[in-house]
Every structure is written in C-alpha cells, then in structure tokens.
C-alpha cells in the first residue's frame, strides 16, 4: 500500500510538473516544430510563451523584413479547443483578428482588419491592367470556412487613392468601395465606385465551387485621353464610351447571367 501510495504521488508530481511546463511554455521552445510549418516564413527575435508571446522580426522567404506578429492563444488549446488572436504590423500591411475551430472542425475568424499600402505589394492584376496603387483597407467582419471555402463571409472593403500604373504613367481612378457576402458557399461580390472620380465603375461577381462570374461595367466620367486608352485595352468600347467585362468559368459560364441594367449613371 505504502509502494502504492508513493507511485500514484510520483504519477501525480509528474503531472504538476508537465502541466506547469505546458501552461508556461517559451514560444522559443517551440519554434523548431513551428517553423517548418511557416512555408519559407521565419521568426525572429521571438519572446513570450506559446500562449502570449511576440516576433520581433518576420521574414520573408527572400530573407526581407516584413514586419512584427503578436499572438494570444487561448489555453483552452489544451483541450482541443483552439482559439487565437493575430495582430501582425509592417511596413507594407497590418492586420489583426481573431480565428477559432469550431467543434465541427472548421475554421471560424471574425472582427478581421486589413490595411495595405498597394504600391509595396505584389498584388497581381490581369494583364494589361498596370500596377495597382493606393492604400486598401478590408474588414472581415465574420467568416465560416470549410476546406478553405468560405461557407458564411460579411466582409466591405475601401480602395482609397486608388490608380494603376502603366508603361505611360500612373493612372488615377479614384475611390472604389465594395463588400462581399457568402452564404452555403456561394459568394457575392459587389463594388463601385464613390461618384465623384475620373472612373464610373460597377461590377459584380458570383463565385462557388462550382464556377464563377464576373461582370463589370466601367467609364470614364472625363475624357481624359490616358484613361480611354487604358479602358480601351480592357475590352471593346460601347458607344457611350463603357466598357463591359463579362467572364465566366466552370458551370457559371452555362448558366444564363442576371439580367441587370448595365447603363451607369
């Protein structure tokens, strides 16, 4: 009973112990395991424990510095319950909010803010579009995602100073805002622009696993000869000067579009 007594103390010293390490973890402790996880990322002067804990330095793949990562995770990870807030702040970009699994093992983020300075990023755009500018601020209010597909999304974004540049020069086109929305997987998408800018612009777009569809009605409110140019290289100019993109892919590109009045205003 004695010999009993003296493992099942032991046993639950171990315990104490293992426990006492996990809920005060160094975040260095951990970082040959989460490293290799980070695809070519790194982290750097790190400090803080794996459940409260900083990145001084994030670096690129190309070894660049990108900026600074904060991180709560909540302890409740223990139990498999994982819950965690970002802010990440740098040079180019900053965001911050709040990612959760559900206990139906998706991925649940909500109160996502995003604000990025075009002009340092590498934000592709189809060819023949120029390099965009400006500054872009996104918020996420709440998404759902299940294999990575948004199943529920509310989401508006702003493109402030918004302009391309081109082999003849930057481009202004002004303001443009828009939102998207999800709901059982299927995502709409809307945007225009604010009414007072050189560029009249309103589009749509519909995007499940499916397929996808854009449509997008563009003019100029000035004839400013650069922007004409510009507009003419993306599609085939009506009488009254717009420029109508349609594009479709997978079933969406059979399937009959709304029927909407493409006239701007």
């Keep these: 009973m004695i010999r009993l007594r003296k493992i099942l103390l032991a046993v639950a010293l171990l315990a104490a112990v293992v426990l006492a390490l996990a809920w005060f973890l160094p975040m260095r402790w951990v970082m040959p395991w989460v490293e290799p996880q980070l695809h070519g990322l790194r982290l750097q002067q790190v400090h803080g424990t794996v459940w ?3 990145a001084d330095d994030v670096l690129g793949v190309d ?14 990870a223990l139990l498999g319950q994982l819950q965690m807030k970002l802010a990440f702040d740098g040079p180019q970009a900053d965001f911050s909010g709040t990612v959760r699994r559900t ?3 998706r991925i649940e983020a909500e109160g996502w803010r995003l604000h990025a300075d075009l002009a340092a990023t590498d934000v592709p755009l189809p060819a023949g579009w120029g ?3 400006g500054e872009l601020q996104l918020a996420v209010d709440h998404v759902l995602l299940q294999g990575g597909w ?7 974004g702003r493109w402030q100073r918004a302009a391309v540049r081109t082999a003849e020069g930057e481009l202004a086109l002004g303001e ?3 939102s998207a929305q999800a709901q ?6 809307q945007w225009h622009d604010q009414g007072d800018g050189p560029l009249q612009v309103r589009g ?6 499916l397929g996808w569809r854009l449509d997008s009605t563009l003019r100029a409110r000035h004839r400013d000869p650069a922007l004409l140019r510009w507009l003419a290289r993306l599609g085939s100019v009506a009488s009254d000067g717009s420029v109508h993109i349609r594009q479709a892919g997978g079933l969406a590109a059979t399937s009959p579009p709304n029927r909407q009045d493409d006239t701007l205003p």
Excluded: E, M, T, Y
Aim: aromatic share 2%; proline share 9%.
């Design 176 to 178: 443009l805002q828009g």
């Design 184 to 189: 059982g997987g299927v995502i709409q998408a």
């Design 150 to 156: 948004p199943l529920q999304l509310q989401a508006q």
């Design 131 to 133: 390099k965009p500018l």
């Design 204 to 209: 749509q777009l519909q995007l499940s696993p």
């Design 103 to 105: 206990p139906q093992g």
């Design 52 to 54: 409260n804990g900083a």
């Design 63 to 76: 070894g660049r510095r990108l900026g600074r990562l904060q991180w709560q995770l909540s302890r409740r």
